[in-house]
T-cell receptor
């Protein structure tokens, strides 16, 4: 089915470990986004990529890096995980001018 | 900057009751407005949208009208079902500010619980 695929769905990390969250979309969308969702905080934008080859910081970029590998894939890396990064992470994509995102089903990350 | 304010939840209703979830916004340009729905354990899904003043977005029995004079985009449904239990997010995208990426500003979400 067409859409946004995120892996893994669940992950537990120890403080200081690193990991990469993967995101791929098969809708030929230009723009891709990473959000985190925390209770009572709503959605906060971490990084986004308006088009292949470009990335920009969002509201809460500290502690994260991203790579727009190609038009389909946009990965989020935690170099040294901290308990404050415990959250649910969502990837989304959009075709510019089409209004409205398509979201992945999320990655639930716990840092202990 | 742009902002979206939603009524706090949870909103608890009995099946077949009328639903209103309030949403107001502030924006410097002429935003598009959206409602997203998030079912438990899933990502957000676009529920409906409106791109200019007085437009009405509708989907699955839900409606919202873009009211520029009151800067509001309230979500309504005439008769809710248990299956409507979810978290609802209001969002705006100010095209003039964010250019081609249309980055939305999201509200904090309103949880809806519908009892049989």
């Amino acid at each position: 089915n067409a859409g946004v695929t995120q892996t893994p769905k669940f992950q537990v990390l120890k403080t200081g470990q690193s990991m990469t969250l993967q995101c791929a979309q098969d809708m030929n969308h230009n723009s891709m986004y990473w959000y985190r969702q925390d209770p009572g905080m709503g959605l906060r934008l971490i990084y986004y990529s308006a088009s292949e080859g470009t990335t920009d910081k969002g509201e809460v970029p500290n502690g994260y890096n991203v790579s727009r590998l190609n038009k389909r894939e946009f990965s989020l890396r935690l170099e040294s995980a901290a308990p404050s990064q415990t959250s649910v992470y969502f990837c989304a994509s959009e075709s510019q001018g089409d209004y409205g995102y398509t979201f992945g089903s999320g990655t639930r990350l716990t840092v202990v | 900057g742009d902002s979206v304010t939603q009524m706090e939840g949870p909103v608890t209703l009995s099946e077949e009751a009328f639903l209103t979830i309030n949403c107001t916004y502030t924006a410097t340009g002429y935003p598009s407005l959206f409602w997203y729905v998030q079912y438990p354990g899933e990502g957000l899904q676009l529920l409906l949208k409106a791109t200019k003043a007085d437009d009405k977005g509708s989907n699955k029995g839900f409606e919202a009208t873009y009211r520029k004079e009151t800067t509001s985009f309230h979500l309504e449904k005439g008769s809710v079902q248990v299956s409507d239990s979810a978290v609802y997010f209001c969002a705006l995208s100010d095209q003039g500010r964010s250019g081609g990426s249309y980055i939305p500003t999201f509200g904090r979400g309103t949880s809806l619980i519908v009892h049989p």
